[in-house]
């Protein structure tokens, strides 16, 4: 959960969130503009979350944040289940719990 929520923070302190109207390739494009990986990766987790789309989760370069990107579609979407497309089995159960409670 902490891992969630320090995410969250940085994407907000880094633009990540993509605006009203604004698409998903658009969002996406703007992620890639990111000159640190680390940063691209907290904007397309956005405008996965965003989207509720687990795909777009596939874009994100670090295996820990596509972990994170995942629990937070998961979350979002209210879907337990997708927690298990995790590899990390102690974020699984924590996800599982958040999905649970959305």
Do not use: W
Not at 81 to 92: F, G
């Amino acid at each position: 959960m902490r891992h969630l929520f320090l995410l969250s923070i940085l994407a907000m302190l880094c633009g990540c969130i993509q605006g009203p109207g604004q698409g998903i390739d658009e969002a996406i494009s703007q992620c890639d503009l990111k000159n640190d990986s680390r940063f691209r990766d907290i904007c397309v987790i956005e405008a996965a979350e965003s989207a509720k789309d687990l795909s777009i989760c596939t874009r994100v370069i670090e295996p820990r944040y596509r972990e994170v990107c995942v629990g937070r579609v998961a979350v979002k979407r209210g879907e337990p289940e997708l927690c298990e497309k995790m590899a990390d089995k102690k974020l699984v159960g924590e996800c599982k719990v958040a999905a649970q409670q959305s």
